[in-house]
C-alpha cells in the first residue's frame, strides 16, 4: 500500500469521508495503518483494507455520479454548486458593512470606486446618487471571501440580488449555522 498512497486521498469508511493523513507501521509490525481525518477534524485509525476498500467505493460513488459535490471536490465545484443553488444575478452584488451611527449592520451595491480618492463622493454623496459608481460582479473571489468570513474592510457578508432575468428569481436559503 505504501507505494500508491498519496497524502490528501480521500476514502469513504462507514458512511463517512475521510482524507488521508499518515501511514503507520503496525504495533505488531506485520503491516500498516492507516491515520485518516473527518471533515469534522476527528482523526481514526483504518485497517489498510478497510482504507482500500474506502477509497475504491469513493471511486465508484464519483463515476456513478460525477455531479456528486463532497468535501473533496474542487473549490471551483463547490462554488458550482453553490451558484446553481442560489441563483442571483451576477454583474453586481451587496456587501455588508457595520454602521457605527446605528450599531446595525447594512448593505450596499459593491462599487469599484468606493472610497477611492477624487472619485468617490462618500460621505457627501450617497451611493445611491452617484454618477461615478461601478458595480463589481458577482465573481468566485467575492464568494470566497463570503465563505472565509470577516476581513480587515467590512463583515466579508456577500448578498445577492435575487431578481434576474428580468422579472423571475429562483431562490432556495438554508441556515447552517447552529445558532437559532
Not at 459535490?69 to 471551483?76: D, M, P
Not at 451576477?90 to 455588508?96: G, P, R
Request: hydrophobic content about 35%.
Amino acid at each position: 500500500m505504501g507505494n500508491g498512497l498519496k497524502q490528501g486521498k480521500r476514502a469513504l469508511i462507514g458512511e463517512r469521508e475521510y482524507r488521508f493523513v499518515e501511514l503507520l507501521e503496525s504495533v505488531g509490525g506485520d503491516g500498516e495503518v492507516v491515520v485518516c481525518e473527518g471533515v469534522d477534524g476527528v482523526r481514526r485509525y483504518a485497517t489498510q483494507e478497510s482504507w482500500e476498500a474506502g477509497c475504491l467505493y469513493l471511486e465508484a460513488e464519483n463515476k456513478r455520479n460525477p455531479s456528486l459535490v463532497t468535501s473533496a471536490s474542487t473549490n471551483t465545484e463547490k462554488l458550482a454548486l453553490f451558484r446553481s443553488l442560489f441563483a442571483v444575478r451576477d454583474d453586481v452584488y451587496a456587501k455588508s458593512y457595520f454602521s457605527k451611527k446605528t450599531s446595525r449592520v447594512g448593505y450596499v451595491p459593491a462599487c469599484s470606486n468606493e472610497w477611492v480618492s477624487g472619485v468617490c463622493g462618500k460621505p457627501r454623496v450617497k451611493c445611491a446618487d452617484c454618477a461615478r459608481r461601478e458595480f463589481l460582479p458577482l465573481d468566485d473571489a467575492a464568494l470566497k471571501r463570503h465563505f472565509v468570513g470577516a476581513d480587515q474592510e467590512d463583515f466579508g457578508i456577500v448578498a445577492g440580488y435575487p431578481l434576474i432575468d428580468e422579472d423571475k428569481t429562483c431562490v432556495l436559503a438554508i441556515d447552517f449555522d447552529k445558532a437559532d
